[in-house]
T-cell receptor, first 113, second 112 residues
Framework: SQQGEEDPQALSIQEGENATMNCSYKTSINNLQWYRQNSGRGLVHLILIRSNEREKHSGRLRVTLDTSKKSSSLLITASRAADTASYFCATDAPESSGDKLTFGTGTRLAVRP | NAGVTQTPKFQVLKTGQSMTLQCAQDMNHNSMYWYRQDPGMGLRLIYYSASEGTTDKGEVPNGYNVSRLNKREFSLRLESAAPSQTSVYFC???????????FGQGTRLTVV
């Protein structure tokens, strides 16, 4: 089964509103990352938060991490129509054998103009 | 700087045919990955390679084989394609799993 689960599966908001999506994972991690995917394209890295960090900002993005609850959230402020995409969290898994990067199921965000 | 290059972009196979998906990266990354993406399933890891000469199974390895030909190239082979392997396949690379990964543009494979 996949390491990460995003919630909600789909989100529709008006331009200018904030969008919040959540990720839960199963095992301990070194870092948690968020990626964006425009329809039909490859994934693009947005932001990385280390396991010893609780919050990180990058432009209109704010990521929080709660390792005790094994969860993270991505907040996009003042959303734009161009933010319409799918968003995925990704984790490494140091307690598992190997050096692998696994993704959650994603949140589809639609921003209405 | 090309990043991660996948070929082909599109492919239609008949059931039972074989094919190899090619992936190359020019960033001198150690780790490379193959994922498949199906509607509603997110990305599922098929195989990965933490370094040249090593490969390991991911979540859904059945029906696939891989080769880490050198540090740059990581190929995915379907020996006998099945309709259940219809999907979009992505190759990715990173310096290590806990660092930023770079993705190719994907291969849309249809098995009829």
């Amino acid at each position: 089964s996949q390491q990460g689960e995003e919630d909600p599966q789909a989100l529709s908001i008006q331009e200018g509103e904030n969008a919040t999506m959540n990720c839960s994972y199963k095992t301990s991690i070194n870092n948690l990352q968020w990626y964006r995917q425009n329809s039909g394209r490859g994934l693009v890295h947005l932001i990385l938060i280390r396991s010893n960090e609780r919050e990180k900002h990058s432009g209109r993005l704010r990521v929080t991490l709660d390792t005790s609850k094994k969860s993270s959230s991505l907040l996009i402020t003042a959303s734009r129509a161009a933010d319409t995409a799918s968003y995925f969290c990704a984790t490494d898994a140091p307690e598992s054998s190997g050096d692998k990067l696994t993704f959650g199921t994603g949140t589809r965000l639609a921003v209405r103009p | 700087n090309a990043g991660v290059t996948q070929t082909p972009k599109f492919q239609v196979l008949k059931t039972g045919q074989s094919m190899t998906l090619q992936c190359a990266q020019d960033m001198n990354h150690n780790s490379m990955y193959w994922y498949r993406q199906d509607p509603g399933m997110g990305l599922r890891l098929i195989y990965y390679s933490a370094s040249e000469g090593t490969t390991d199974k991911g979540e859904v390895p059945n029906g696939y084989n891989v080769s880490r030909l050198n540090k740059r190239e990581f190929s995915l082979r379907l020996e006998s394609a099945a309709p259940s392997q219809t999907s979009v396949y992505f190759c990715a690379s990173s310096e290590r799993a806990e660092l930023e990964a770079f993705f190719g543009q994907g291969t849309r494979l249809t098995v009829v």
